[in-house]
């Protein structure tokens, strides 16, 4: 049975496909693509938001109108580990002030630990919805962010090293647009796999002992290319590894907290919040395994990974890692990000040599 | 003929500019105001350097640029190095004091500090978000003092008693300074404290963390602020090292940088009667509307940027590019 809803969910890194299947597929109602991340969205959810937010939720916010006016009638919010978790209530009260006429979903009302929570928010969006096609679109869903997920890891590791610009691109492009289109477990291991194929076959030209660089810190912006910046683009393109471990996949399902507390012991005991404990985790990892550079990401404001910074400082003094800060609000000039990342690829680049 | 190397760095107050021969002797340095036009305090500054060279025994092979307005002034003198200010800075100072531990750069709208280890950068950090510990904030605070900024060193060092103000931030800073004032602290006591906020902010927000070893230099247009230099030394402890050039430092690596490229390009000094103009396109293929800058010399266009994707991009005949 068909809801009468038209929902929508804003851009975030390449994971609405991901929500458009759940929707289309598992509760059965229509999908809003929201239009591409813009300067213009950003615009709209700066002029909108109180001027202390974080940045994500002025992406949200702008992603949300501007998603209501390409037709939807209906909004999720998935909610997050910190502050993140109570933007729902504000994001939809502001949409109401601004008289818009939506129906609001917010996830973070759900609790993890009872999955049947889950059930009564989709339940909201379509009341006559079919249980077990949910619970399969679900388990369809989390294998569909893994793919990308996965294919996303190998991109981000060769790109740098690519023969003829723009090869991984458009791979990565039509990848995309393929995933679209998979309905079945069956189609999503063939897509994949033709992928994953195609990438490895790329040409590319990689020094034996190239630059490695390893990206850390809060989840929405490190996982939002255009809120970023396209660092990572803007790194490899130099000619480097990068790695990030923080995906959606591995936050949610490769996660130990209690291991992952006990591995940071040393320089952390007590748990931060949000993605802190990862970050530290994650630069401890590639210090130990030789990287040549960390870099970390943040919103402006973000209070866990302003807390998590002194530990790294330690970590780079320990490890002798160099690890450089970002942190990103609504200025959308690329000059003095870019004259970072140019000091920072010369720096280890010659760190590199003399280490020989 | 002996080959020479021009170095220019172009920040956002100052333009900077400098020859060098092959071994890193300078042959002519100049210092001048950008005044928010970077095209015509190069043409200016490549006028006087010219005026300061023997062009018969000389001749400039290598052309580097760095500061904020490298890629565009690189673009329009064809340089064959483009440097950021980091590493720029680095190289010029590592040439003259190969020792250097720390760097201590505070410039007109940015500061940064770079560590060094056995001659190479271990680490670097930049101001993001507070113009508390820059140039700027000093300039437009001796100006609501009624002082030259020249003046405004050496009227700190007579302070015996600096006053305390708040270095957390710009605003914060102006507003303590401006009750202190009025409730009747002396002048150089305020100016001496201007600069020990100065420094605090610089130490807290671009030094954070960062472990601090001697030798320290000190460059960038705040270095020639005596009073800057003395709460550094109280601070650290340290004694600071400010070269006479640490003006051009940045001019100086980028020059070096020039000179250690492979390769080698023609200058011609005589840029005063090109016309280079720039303009501002708004792309309009999509919401983000980048602002794609084409730089046009003699009405040609010889390079393009700005754009965000490839929808955007304005391509320069391949005959027409200049580099």
Sequence with gaps: MKANCKISFPRFGNYNIAIEILMKLGLECDYIDAPLTTKKTLEIGTKYSPDFVCTPFKYQLGGYIEAIEAGANTLIQVGGPCRLGYYGELHEQILKDLGYDVKFINMAEADFAKPLTFYNEFKKINPKLNLKKVTSTLLLVVKIVDAIDKIEDFIRQNIGFEKNEGDFDLLHREFLAELRTVRTKKELNQTYKKYYTRLKNVETNKPTHPLQVGLIGEYYTIMDPYSNHYIEKELAKKGMIIKRWMNITNSFFNAPEQEIKKSIKDYAKYDMGATSMYTVKCALDYAKDGFDGIIHIKSFGCTPEIDAMPVLQRISEDYKIPIIYFSFDSQTSDVGINTRIEAFHDMIIMRKEKKK | ?323
Aim: hydrophobic content about 40%; aromatic content about 6%; some cysteine.
């Design chain 2, 1 to 323: 003929m002996k080959k020479a190397y021009l170095g220019i760095d172009i920040g956002s107050i100052s333009t900077k500019g400098i020859i060098i021969d092959e071994d890193n002797s300078i042959l002519a340095s100049m210092y001048l105001w950008t005044e928010g036009n970077p095209i015509d305090a190069v043409k200016k500054l490549i006028h006087i350097l010219k005026e300061q060279i023997n062009l018969e025994a000389y001749k400039v092979v290598g052309v580097g640029t760095t500061g904020s307005a490298r890629k565009l002034i690189g673009t329009i003198l064809g340089a064959n190095t483009i440097k950021n200010e980091i590493t720029a800075h680095a190289i010029g100072t590592l040439s003259l004091y190969p020792d250097v531990r720390t760097i201590f750069e505070i410039g007109g709208q940015d500061s940064k500090i770079i560590l060094i280890d056995d001659g190479i950068v271990i680490d670097y950090a930049m101001n993001t978000l507070c113009a508390a510990g820059t140039g700027s904030f000093l300039s437009s605070q001796s100006k609501r003092l009624g002082l030259e900024v020249e003046e405004f060193g050496p009227l700190a060092l007579k302070s015996k008693n600096p006053t305390n103000i708040a270095a957390r931030c710009t605003v914060f800073a102006e507003s303590d300074l401006v009750h202190k004032a009025q409730i009747g602290h002396k002048k150089e006591d305020i100016v001496a404290g201007l600069c020990k906020a100065v420094v605090t902010n610089y130490l807290n927000n671009v030094g954070k963390g960062k472990k601090i070893y001697a030798p320290i230099v000190f460059q960038g247009g705040v270095s020639k602020n005596i009073g800057v230099i003395k709460a550094f030394e109280n601070a650290t402890g340290e004694k600071i090292i400010v070269d006479e050039n640490s003006h051009l430092m940045g001019a100086l690596g980028v020059a070096i940088l020039a000179k250690d490229s492979d390769e080698e390009i023609e200058f011609n000094f005589d840029i005063e009667d090109i016309t280079f103009e720039t303009k501002g396109i708004e792309c309009k293929r999509c919401a983000n509307n980048c602002e794609i800058i084409c730089i046009y010399k003699d009405k040609e266009l010889i390079d393009s940027w700005g754009n965000k994707c490839d929808n955007g991009a304005i391509k320069v005949r391949k005959r027409e590019k200049v580099h």
